[in-house]
């Protein structure tokens, strides 16, 4: 990777995918698959030495992290929990040989099935597991130990399932503050520290204003709380601990690093959808992909596409369309499928679960697609050398 160029890095079902666009951002080319055709959940990069990380497995592999520090050229694999291919092979030397398996020592066999985000911040690299767990490393995601603080928070033996297990999706930082971190789970909520994971708060608490619509799921908000079913959370830029959320019943934004939330849904075209991803410097200035809803396809409402553009903190939205398929548009845009990168101006990026990854350099202006056919997208990060 060009020490200016940008790389979208995709997670997808069948193995990780780097699309390099170079110092312009234009004449994106596909490299991959990685990572020996894993699930891949998540993959993130460190811009300061270009190291990437991949997480992902399965039922079939166990969980696991794979590292590259030449570009994806190689990767190295610290496999975390077995899989039925290790029990197999366990029992079989034939499909062992074939396999070319032997046996190892896992550090947490059978507790998780699958890593399903990760987060580097302040020197330590982390995941997030289903069903979920956070874990920690301070070698690179060598070795690795879990947070233990979070699983024995008081209200986890009440943790529900959402409609892909209980997982830990999303892990957020403050840039200044190594001990101040936030996770989403799916379907218990928005958990966050400010003691580097000894203790943990759980912050899903409605703001005393009235959301913009009564709900009418089970996963709207009610009893004082916004609903437990995160679907995507980031943090926005600055000193003030603003977050944005797209859960199962609306878009919300907190103040007050998530003690509180208002729902900034009215303007949309559905209270459903997955991603939300925010400017990296203006902290009114965001994005997310409106659904048509949870029992009604989960596709873009009239499979016309748009990507929704707030730029007064969830105000008022702009559906962006320029570029973007307008009819017989049926793909879904999973939880942490879209990203952006910090240049000027922004690009934004998203990937389908029809294989497509679409790319705007204009704040959201307009869109180009950079890629097709790929598998099921998983997960959209930029890495961003310059």
Request: overall charge negative; proline content about 7%.
């Amino acid at each position: 990777m060009s020490q200016d160029a940008v790389t979208i890095l995709v997670g997808t079902t069948k193995g990780a995918f780097l699309i390099a666009g170079g110092p312009d951002r234009q004449g994106w080319t596909v490299k991959g698959p990685f990572c020996d055709g894993w699930p891949i959940n998540h993959i993130i990069g460190d811009p300061a030495t270009g190291v990437l990380w991949a997480g992902g497995g399965g039922e079939w592999q166990g969980a696991g992290i794979w590292r590259s520090e030449d570009d994806g050229a190689t990767w190295q694999l610290a496999k975390l929990t077995k899989g039925t291919v290790d029990d197999w092979a366990a029992k079989d030397p034939q499909f062992a040989a074939m396999m070319n398996w032997t046996y190892q020592p896992l550090p947490f066999a059978d507790q998780f099935a699958q890593i399903w985000s990760l987060g580097y911040a302040h020197g330590t690299l982390y995941a997030g597991t289903k069903p979920a767990r956070l874990l920690s490393s301070q070698d690179g995601g060598k070795t690795w130990q879990e947070v233990q603080g979070l699983r024995d928070h008081p209200s986890s033996g009440s943790w529900n399932p959402g409609g892909a297990g209980l997982v830990l999706h999303t892990i957020l930082f403050d840039p200044a503050d190594a001990d101040k971190i936030w996770v989403g789970i799916s379907a218990a909520g928005v958990f966050a520290t400010e003691d580097g994971g000894s203790s943990w708060d759980r912050r899903n608490r409605l703001s005393n204003t009235q959301p913009s619509a009564e709900p009418t799921h089970p996963a709207g908000p009610r009893d004082g709380e916004i609903g437990h079913c995160v679907h995507n959370m980031t943090r926005a830029p600055g000193t003030a601990d603003v977050l944005y959320q797209q859960n199962h019943y609306g878009v919300w934004r907190s103040a007050d690093g998530g003690r509180s939330w208002d729902d900034i849904t009215r303007g949309l075209p559905s209270t459903f959808g997955f991603p939300v991803c925010v400017h990296p410097r203006d902290p009114d200035t965001l994005w997310t992909i409106p659904l048509n809803g949870d029992m009604a396809g989960r596709f873009p409402p009239d499979a016309a596409a748009a990507v929704w553009r707030s730029r007064d903190g969830g105000e008022t939205w702009q559906a962006m369309r320029e570029g973007l398929p307008q009819t017989a548009c049926y793909f879904t845009v999973l939880r942490q499928a879209m990203a952006r990168d910090e240049r000027k101006p922004v690009g934004v990026y998203f990937g389908t679960n029809s294989g497509s990854v679409f790319a705007s350099i204009d704040d959201g202006d307009s869109w180009q697609e950079v890629a097709r056919h790929l598998p099921t997208i998983l997960s959209i990060e930029a890495l961003d050398r310059r």
